[in-house]
T-cell receptor, first 112, second 119 residues
Framework: AQSVTQLGSHVSVSEGALVLLRCNYS??????LFWYVQYPNQGLQLLLK??????LVKGINGFEAEFKKSETSFHLTKPSAHMSDAAEYFCAVSVTGNQFYFGTGTSLTVIP | DVKVTQSSRYLVKRTGEKVFLECVQD?????MFWYRQDPGLGLRLIYF???????EKGDIPEGYSVSREKKERFSLILESASTNQTSMYLCASSQTRLGDSSFGFGEQFFGPGTRLTVL
């Protein structure tokens, strides 16, 4: 069975500081990994995904994530936080393509 | 521009009412999903469908049913709404593309959500 753990339900960073949102997964087979962002009162929007190939994945809005198989991790980073990055972020894993397993989310606050 | 639409953004119903939540996608996707989202619990899968007239239970199907009569439309039905079904409901769709290494498995595209309040 697959599962996703997001460490830290709330993360606060100062504007311009590094953003690091943590995601660990468990899967018996190589998974496909995703990060989604949700702005208030909206649906989820894909930030980036890892399927195969390069383990460092670049997404929209300056975010990137690195797949580390040995650590079963897929942490999301952004070098410099912007006020517009304040949102909820979800990590997800899929093996079959028909079912996705989501983490419980991390709420990012950006302090001016 | 790809799009998943949901029939209502906000809905208020009374206990015992039958509630229909509609979802339509214009991407010709095979797979459609219904989730509920609650604070601290993330997204939980209620039902999904991988083809017309096909449905599979997710993690929390109790109290819900679904209907998929056309490929583009996936309906969630609360037969008798209860207060513990007050939640945000999210619809999503995806297309599984096996064997395409540049794409892999299709990501899910989400609708804007329906915030349902049951009084």
């Amino acid at each position: 069975a697959q599962s996703v753990t997001q460490l830290g339900s709330h993360v606060s960073v100062s504007e311009g500081a590094l953003v690091l949102l943590r995601c660990n997964y468990s899967s018996s087979v190589p998974p496909y990994l995703f990060w989604y962002v949700q702005y208030p009162n909206q649906g989820l929007q894909l930030l980036l995904k890892y399927t195969t190939g390069a383990t460092l994945v670049k997404g929209i809005n300056g975010f990137e994530a690195e797949f580390k198989k040995s650590e079963t991790s897929f942490h999301l980073t952004k070098p410099s936080a912007h006020m517009s990055d304040a949102a909820e972020y979800f990590c997800a894993v899929s093996v079959t393509g028909n079912q996705f397993y989501f983490g419980t989310g991390t709420s990012l606050t950006v302090i001016p | 521009d790809v799009k998943v639409t949901q029939s209502s953004r906000y809905l208020v119903k009374r206990t015992g009412e039958k509630v229909f939540l509609e979802c339509v996608q214009d991407m010709d996707h095979e797979n459609m999903f219904w989730y509920r989202q609650d604070p601290g619990l993330g997204l939980r899968l209620i039902y999904f469908s991988y083809d017309v007239k096909m449905k599979e239970k997710g993690d929390i199907p109790e109290g819900y049913s679904v209907s998929r009569e056309k490929k583009e439309r996936f309906s969630l039905i609360l037969e008798s709404a209860s207060t513990n079904q007050t939640s945000m409901y999210l619809c999503a769709s995806s297309q599984t593309r096996l064997g395409d290494s540049s794409f892999g498995f299709g990501e899910q595209f989400f609708g804007p959500g329906t915030r349902l309040t049951v009084l």
